[in-house]
């Protein structure tokens, strides 16, 4: 996006000067203000940033993911219980499993 700006506002700051003029000029001002040695260095942490991010966003969006399935196994457990109630049914300390089984059985 950045260098779409400056590809646009080019012709605005040297006139005459094409984009792959434009795209050397900032790879020379690159190499002066770093050095050639610093380059590979700093393509380095970019891609390790790059990765922790990716790394993060698949994680939130493990997380979503969670979080979806908590509320849909709670909102299981609440029509079960419902079920188990009608029927009759205690439902104080049993798990989803347990209500299942004797609904079941009741039926």
Known sequence: MYLAVLLNIHSLIIPGLGSAELISL???VVIL????KK?????????KAKGEFE???MESEKEAGK???KDSMEEEREKLEKAARALGIEVEGKSIEELREAIRKMT
């Open 26 to 28: 900032v790879v020379i």
């Open 33 to 36: 203000l770093f050095g050639a």
């Open 39 to 47: 380059i590979p260095e700093l393509a380095r942490s970019m891609g």
């Open 55 to 57: 790394k993060g966003k």
């Open 67 to 69: 979080l979806g399935k």
